[in-house]
């Protein structure tokens, strides 16, 4: 496998890592409900989120899409590389809106216009 082909396959991992996290956050914090105001409260609530196994997996996500990026940067330049995490502000938006059902506005999809285009111009 090419050096770029395997850099792209780390860079890959590292924004389905990172999505998947995200999402499996999302969903079981959504449903504990709102944070209580109460400082002990307040523990309570983290202590219960950190016990859920959905959230370890979350967190385990997070460690193995930071493995996948140090493989990314032995493969390509910082500053070539990490525009490409931006698709996971794309990823993310399409699955909250499928998932979570979170509203479609204009704003938002010129904003991933942007970001799009923006990725384009800077991987060339």
């Given at each position: 496998m090419g050096k770029d082909l395997i850099g792209y396959f780390y860079l890959a991992l590292t924004?389905?890592?990172t999505v998947y996290g995200?999402?499996?956050l999302k969903w079981r914090i959504g449903l504990k409900?709102?944070?209580?105001?109460?400082n002990l409260e307040k523990l309570l609530y983290f202590k219960n989120a950190f016990l859920d196994i959905w959230v370890i997996s979350g967190f385990a996500s997070a460690f193995i899409a930071s493995i996948a990026w140090m493989a990314t940067l032995t493969k390509?330049?910082?500053?070539?590389?990490?525009?490409f995490m931006s698709l996971s502000f794309v990823i993310v938006f399409f699955l909250s809106v499928l998932f979570f059902q979170e509203a479609i506005t204009w704003q938002k999809l010129v904003g991933l216009g942007f970001v799009i285009g923006g990725l384009i111009i800077i991987s060339k």
């Open positions: 924004i389905i890592f995200q999402l499996i409900g709102a944070m209580p105001a109460e390509f330049d910082l500053s070539y590389a990490y525009p």
